[in-house]
């Protein structure tokens, strides 16, 4: 049995795979399906997730919500995991796009159809996703989920 740890290690940039966090790799196109609202019980895990490590909780924020939840459409549409958006654009574009002004900001992409759930763990076990998450320089998040595709982006306005 793999673990999800020697997935993450194995999987690198590699094209999709079922169940795994990762950077970036080539576009194809696919079907459109409609976006998921994350639950409510997802919030608490990232801010349960800081705390455990002594920091402060992050504040949802609608921007960052509606760049992730841009971003989760995206990587749906293209059916595949990448921190870089359909036309090319990559997450400062996207948050700069919304109007956001930020002094920080961070990314965490995944793909899996096992829920947020094992979207968290595939990033906890991650480290550079790891690390986003437990930045001290942001103070807000927004998360969502399209299809099997997830977004997380951590930022701190200006």
């Not at 690198?12 to 639950?39: F, H, K, L, V, Y």
């Not at 971003?71 to 796009?97: K, P």
Request: with cysteine; net charge neutral.
């Amino acid at each position: 049995m793999i673990t999800t740890a020697a997935l993450l290690l194995t999987a690198g940039c590699a094209a999709p795979t079922p169940d795994i966090a990762s950077r970036s790799g080539p576009m194809e196109p696919a079907a459109t399906a409609q976006i998921e609202p994350e639950p409510a019980a997802a919030v608490p895990s990232l801010n349960a997730f800081r705390a455990s490590h002594g920091l402060r909780p992050l504040t949802r924020s609608a921007t960052l919500e509606a760049v992730a939840e841009a971003h989760a459409r995206d990587m749906q549409a293209m059916d595949l995991m990448t921190h870089t958006g359909s036309d090319g654009s990559q997450m400062t574009d996207r948050l700069e796009r919304e109007g956001y002004r930020y002094r920080a900001a961070a990314e965490n992409v995944a793909q899996t159809h096992q829920g947020m759930d094992n979207a968290m763990r595939l990033w906890i076990n991650s480290p550079g996703h790891r690390r986003n998450m437990l930045k001290t320089n942001v103070t807000q998040y927004g998360l969502a989920r399209a299809g099997d595709f997830y977004a997380m982006v951590l930022a701190a306005p200006r």
